[in-house]
């Protein structure tokens, strides 16, 4: 299983999260950019463990792109999601 470690604070706007995303979970050139697309690819990968480094202070995009990938581990048996 792949460990994949994120820092929280790069997930905290719109164009720093998606540029952030697509390049440490190696995300196809067509990534939308957007969370629909985010939990497409997220429900593609396989075998992967992803630890998500929580900010200190948390804002609206944090939580949307948490509850994208919490439900992406809902979908996906082989998928783990983890924030410390």
């Known amino acids: 299983m792949k460990k994949i470690v994120l820092d929280g604070t790069r997930l905290c706007n719109r ?3 998606h540029a952030y ?8 050139v067509y ?3 957007n969370l629909d ?6 429900t593609e990968l396989q075998d ?3 630890e998500i480094k929580r900010p200190e202070e948390e804002n609206d ?3 949307r792109v ?3 990938f919490k439900g ?3 979908e996906c048996e082989s998928f783990t999601v983890v924030v410390k």
């Open 37 to 42: 697309a985010l939990y497409d690819c997220l």
């Open 31 to 33: 990534y939308g950019k």
């Open 48 to 50: 992967i463990y992803i």
């Open 72 to 74: 992406a581990e809902m």
């Open 15 to 17: 164009e720093v999260t």
């Open 61 to 63: 995009y944090f939580r």
């Open 21 to 28: 995303l697509q390049e440490v979970l190696e995300l196809p």
């Open 66 to 68: 948490l509850r994208v």
